[in-house]
Nanobody, 118 residues
Framework: VQLQASGGGLVQAGGSLRLSCVASGRTFSGYDMGWFRQAPGKEREFVAAISWSGSMPYYANSVKGRFAISGDNAKNTVYLQMNSLEPEDTAVYYC????????????WGQGTLVTVSS
């Protein structure tokens, strides 16, 4: 499984960015796609996830109402639309994949840096 994340950059507080993650290497029916982030000096944390079928998106409380996760099965791509960005959202964002039945996330992409200026 290979995951390629992109879309990070520098944005002012209140702005928006859309991250993309292209998945390859197998079919992903029965899998969850997720986004995580790691801020400087902090542990990696969960942001959002969605099943490959597009059902049951779920979010960390810190991003609920501001971020939206979605997928395009035809493009094997999962997106993270980030609105109303805050400086606290500054982090390296990672996409990940796991089987729906798994508790852990074994497949990870490289990160993409999001910097939110105040």
């Amino acid at each position: 499984v290979q995951l390629q994340a992109s879309g990070g950059g520098l944005v002012q507080a209140g702005g928006s960015l859309r991250l993309s993650c292209v998945a390859s290497g197998r079919t992903f029916s029965g899998y969850d796609m997720g986004w995580f982030r790691q801020a400087p000096g902090k542990e990696r944390e969960f942001v959002a996830a969605i099943s490959w079928s597009g059902s049951m998106p779920y979010y960390a409380n810190s991003v609920k109402g501001r971020f939206a996760i979605s997928g395009d099965n035809a493009k094997n791509t999962v997106y993270l639309q980030m609105n109303s960005l805050e400086p606290e959202d500054t982090a390296v964002y990672y996409c990940a994949v796991k089987r729906i039945s798994d508790a852990s996330w074994p497949y990870w992409g490289q990160g993409t840096l999001v910097t939110v200026s105040s």
